[in-house]
């Protein structure tokens, strides 16, 4: 949508017009927030692809930054999940919509909402000022989207998370058929992995893309997540990290979706099972031990000298942060320094974080092993992941 029409449908909707605001109302706006409890009027000036509120896991305190924030629909739901004590931003370049979403607020009642005149290339917002920042549906038409993915990772707080939806293109779209097009995203989309390696090139970690349903030819509607690495340090494992990791594994038993075992061993038996080599912790600012990793033999036997098995756990607190992702990436170099070739696991396949960590991180599942042993009085099946060296042993032999 170009900016006049946006303009145009801000100034109907301020008319009180919110009928045919956008064209194909069964893939975009007002669809997408069925289960909200939002008013009928506010609803009906969406104009985006789908519903990011729903997708950033949005929490009590939290400051959060909508933007292209248009008749402030997701500005005024991201209010409610922050409660009194957290506050939500708008930002958009056009004056009638901004004048649409203060009069939303206003009438919603809604006093921890405020709306802010500015472009998404150039957020006027300090340094990392925000918890979380979403977007419906208004990235892709960017001119300048490493600007707004850089300015996204400014504003962030070590450990804020990204939680958007916009819309993609297809990698089958060719440079003819863009140049072709008449439609704006179609122009403009970027494909899912130019986005995912420009968010990195940001410096953001954890990157997640999904499409979640067409919305053109050779269009799709997509979730995107990504955190800001929060400051830690990926240090070697030593016994004085002993009580910490034990409490961080017996955190992670307790959620029941991480091993077989129901209670974390003593130090010195953990110490006996796990290789000295391998062992990582991942340390905050204030010291403490945020996640840990470490790896065990799988056998004893010279054809398995390569292949280990692994585990990481991260604290509660520090979870979406991408502190798992740092702590296998310094286990995935260390294993493949010392000419490890195979890294595994089994992960319970209702662990889905865990699944999409690992994926991130250059794993595959090579198949489910069904009822492998009994879990708190059940049967359970094991999701068995591999890593393959791509320096350790390939190509031998």
């Not at 449908?9 to 301020?14: D, F, N, P, Q």
């Not at 009590?60 to 409660?83: C, F, I, K, N, Y």
């Not at 929060?230 to 961080?248: C, F, W």
Request: aromatic share 4%; glycine share 10%; with cysteine.
């Amino acid at each position: 949508m170009s900016l006049d029409r946006y303009a145009d449908a801000a100034r109907r909707a301020l008319a009180g017009e919110t009928a045919g605001l956008i064209a194909d109302t069964e893939r975009l706006g007002a669809v997408h927030y069925a289960g909200e409890d939002a008013p009928a009027e506010v609803a009906a000036t969406s104009l985006g692809c789908g519903n990011p509120v729903a997708v950033a896991d949005l929490r009590p305190g939290e400051t959060v930054l909508d933007l292209g924030s248009g008749g402030g629909l997701d500005v005024l739901l991201s209010a409610r999940r922050v409660g009194p004590a957290g506050r939500a931003i708008g930002l958009d370049v056009t004056d009638d919509m901004l004048t649409l979403a203060r009069r939303h607020a206003e009438r919603a009642g809604v006093t921890n909402a405020e709306f802010v005149h500015g472009t998404i290339e150039r957020i006027p917002l300090p340094d990392a000022s925000v918890d979380v920042v979403i977007s419906n549906c208004v990235i892709a038409l960017s001119p300048d989207k490493p600007a707004v993915f850089t300015e996204i990772a400014r504003v962030l707080r070590p450990g804020g998370r990204l939680g958007i939806t916009d819309i993609l293109a297809d990698d089958t779209l060719t440079d003819a058929e863009r140049a072709a097009g008449t439609d704006e995203c179609l122009r403009s989309a970027l494909t899912a992995e130019r986005y995912r390696a420009l968010l990195r090139d940001a410096g953001l970690a954890g990157v997640d893309v999904r499409f979640t349903h067409e919305v053109g030819a050779k269009l799709h509607s997509a979730i995107i997540r990504a955190v800001r690495p929060a400051p830690v340090r990926v240090v070697p494992m030593t016994a004085a990290h002993a009580g910490q990791v034990l409490a961080i594994l017996q955190a992670g038993l307790d959620t029941g979706d991480a091993s077989f075992e129901t209670t974390a061993p003593e130090w010195p038996a953990w110490d006996a099972a796990h290789l000295p080599a391998h062992r990582f912790t991942a340390i905050g600012s204030a010291g403490d031990v945020l996640g840990w990793t470490a790896v065990t033999a799988v056998s004893s036997r010279c054809v398995y000298a390569g292949v280990v098995e692994h585990s990481v756990y991260v604290h509660p607190d520090a979870r979406g942060r991408g502190i798992g992702q740092a702590l296998l990436t310094a286990l995935i170099a260390s294993t493949e320094d010392a000419g490890i070739w195979t890294i595994q696991s089994g992960i319970f396949p209702e662990n889905t974080a865990s699944r999409k960590l690992h994926e991130r991180a250059g794993f595959r599942e090579v198949g489910t092993r069904q009822r492998l042993g009994r879990h708190h009085g059940r049967w359970r099946d094991v999701v068995l992941v591999e890593r393959r060296s791509t320096r350790a042993g390939a190509g031998e032999g």
